[in-house]
C-alpha cells in the first residue's frame, strides 16, 4: 500500500510565521500534489510537481511556494503565514501522469492566529 | 472555465439506495474520479470512469455519460459506516490536473 506521510496533524502558528508542511511519501511516485480544503469550497489545488526540482503553480498559489529537492519528498511554505491560509492542508502522489488516482496523507490541519 | 457540482448535503436510510449526481463542464476531459472522505480523515478513491457506462464495484456504482457532462455515484444496501462526504473529481484543464466538486456529505440514519 502506498503510504503518504504528512509530518504533523495539528499546527498552530502566528500571523508572519514561516510555515513549513512537509509530506513523504514511500512509492517511488512521480506526481505529488498540495492541496487545501475548506468547508464550502472543496479541494483545491495550490502547487503539484512532476519530478524532481521541477514544480508548477495550481489554481491558488499565492502566498505558497514548494520544494521538491527529493523525489519522496515535497514540501510546501508559507512565506509569512495570514489568518486566510488557515485551512487542512493535504498532500497527495499519484504514479504517473494519465489516470492514476490520487493517494492522500491524513492532513494537516493548520491554524494561524 | 472549470466547473463541478453536486449537491451538498443528501440524507438516507441504512439498508435503503441512494444515487450522488454530479455534473461537470470542463475544458478537456480525461476520466471522472469518485472519492470518499469521513469526517476528519483523507479522501480515499472509490472508483473511476473513462468511458461512457456503468462501472460496478461491489456495493458502490459508478455512472459516467461524457455527452451529458453527467456521473452519479450509487451505493446499495447502505450502512452507517457509509456516512461520509463524497467527492466528485474530473481530470481535465490545461494541466489535466483532478478539479474536485464541493463534495456531498451523506448521513446515513437508522
Known amino acids: 500500500d502506498v503510504k503518504v506521510t504528512q509530518s504533523s496533524r495539528y499546527l498552530v502558528k502566528r500571523t508572519g510565521e514561516k510555515v513549513f508542511l512537509e509530506c513523504v511519501q514511500d512509492?517511488?511516485?512521480?506526481?505529488m500534489f498540495w492541496y487545501r480544503q475548506d468547508p464550502g469550497l472543496g479541494l483545491r489545488l495550490i502547487y503539484f510537481s512532476y519530478d524532481v526540482k521541477m514544480k508548477e503553480k495550481g489554481d491558488i498559489p499565492e502566498g505558497y511556494s514548494v520544494s521538491r529537492e527529493k523525489k519522496e519528498r515535497f514540501s510546501l511554505i508559507l512565506e509569512s503565514a495570514s489568518t486566510n491560509q488557515t485551512s487542512m492542508y493535504l498532500c497527495?502522489?499519484?504514479?504517473?501522469?494519465?489516470?492514476?488516482?490520487?493517494?492522500f496523507g491524513s492532513g494537516t490541519q493548520l491554524s494561524v492566529l | 472555465g472549470q466547473n463541478i457540482d453536486q449537491p451538498t448535503e443528501m440524507t438516507a436510510t441504512e439498508g435503503a439506495i441512494v444515487q450522488i449526481n454530479c455534473t461537470y463542464q470542463t475544458s478537456g476531459f480525461n476520466g471522472l474520479f469518485w472519492y470518499q472522505q469521513h469526517a476528519g480523515e483523507a479522501p480515499t478513491f472509490l472508483s473511476y470512469?473513462?468511458?461512457?457506462g456503468l462501472e460496478e464495484k461491489g456495493r458502490f456504482s459508478s455512472f459516467l455519460s461524457r455527452s451529458k457532462g453527467y456521473s452519479y455515484l450509487l451505493l446499495k444496501e447502505l450502512q452507517m459506516k457509509d456516512s461520509a462526504s463524497y467527492l466528485c473529481a474530473v481530470r481535465g484543464g490545461s494541466q489535466g490536473n483532478l478539479i474536485f466538486g464541493k463534495g456531498t456529505k451523506l448521513s446515513v440514519k437508522p
Open positions: 470512469n473513462v468511458l461512457d
Open positions: 497527495a502522489t499519484s504514479a504517473s501522469q494519465g489516470e492514476e488516482k490520487l493517494f
Open positions: 512509492m517511488d511516485h512521480e506526481n
